[in-house]
C-alpha cells in the first residue's frame, strides 16, 4: 500500500523503496523491462530521427533501464527524477554511448527548471498524477522551451479521465476533458498486451510543446 508523502519526492521515492509498482527487473516497474521496450523503441528512435532531435530531455527518467538505446541515439540525452536514489544509481552506472554521455539530474518536472531540449520524453508519467500536478507539469514544460512533446496517452475515446491522487495510476487520453488535446502529430503503438488487454490502446503521442 502507497505510504503518500506531502511532496512528489515523498511519494515517489516511497514506491521506489518498497517496489510499489512491481517487477523484478526494475524498480520502475513491468512496464520499463527491456522486454516492453523492444516493442516501440525501433518506432521512438525512427521518430527522433525523422523529426532531427539532437537534445533530448527524459522526463522521468526512472531507473534508465531501457531506454540506452534511445539516448545512443540523441547528441545529447538528460534524464531527470525526483527520486534522488534513482538519480545517484544511474549516474553510477550509465557509461559512454555513441554520442555524449547521459546526464542525470535530480527534479520535480511539474516545478523545477528543466534542461532546455528539443523533444521532452514523458513516458508512464501523467498517469500517475492529480490532474492539478498534470497541468503543472504542461506549463514546466512549456517554460522549458522545449519544441515537442511525446508523452503516454490512451486512444480509446471512451475512455473517461478520472481525477486521482498523485502516486495512483490510471489510463489518461490526452484529447478528452478536461485537457482536450488537438490530434497528435504521430502516434507510436507501444503494443501493450501484458495487462490482459487494459492498455491496449496505449500509445506515445507527440505534440508541439509551444
Not at 81 to 99: M, T, Y
Request: glycine content about 8%.
Amino acid at each position: 500500500m502507497f505510504r503518500f508523502g506531502r511532496s512528489h519526492k515523498d511519494i515517489f521515492s516511497n514506491i521506489y523503496r518498497d517496489r510499489s509498482w512491481g517487477g523484478e527487473e526494475s524498480a520502475s516497474g513491468p512496464g520499463s523491462t527491456r522486454a516492453r521496450a523492444e516493442t516501440f523503441v525501433p518506432d521512438v528512435i525512427a521518430l527522433l530521427k525523422s523529426l532531427n532531435i539532437r537534445t533530448l530531455l527524459d522526463a522521468p527518467c526512472g531507473d534508465f533501464n531501457w531506454a540506452g538505446a534511445v539516448a545512443d541515439a540523441v547528441e545529447s540525452y538528460v534524464g531527470i527524477d525526483v527520486v534522488p536514489e534513482l538519480i545517484a544509481a544511474n549516474a553510477q552506472s550509465a557509461g559512454a554511448g555513441a554520442n555524449a554521455p547521459p546526464r542525470f539530474l535530480s527534479a520535480d518536472l511539474t516545478r523545477d527548471p528543466l534542461p532546455r531540449a528539443d523533444l521532452i520524453l514523458c513516458r508512464d508519467c501523467l498517469v500517475h498524477f492529480s490532474f492539478a500536478d498534470i497541468r503543472a507539469a504542461l506549463r514546466n514544460f512549456r517554460r522549458s522551451g522545449a519544441t515537442w512533446l511525446l508523452t503516454t496517452t490512451f486512444i480509446d475515446p471512451n475512455r473517461r479521465n478520472e481525477d486521482i491522487r498523485s502516486g495512483g495510476w490510471r489510463p489518461l487520453n490526452l484529447e478528452q476533458p478536461p485537457f482536450r488535446f488537438p490530434p497528435p502529430v504521430a502516434l507510436i503503438d507501444e503494443r501493450c498486451e501484458h495487462s490482459g488487454g487494459v492498455c491496449r490502446d496505449k500509445r506515445l503521442g507527440l505534440w508541439r510543446a509551444q
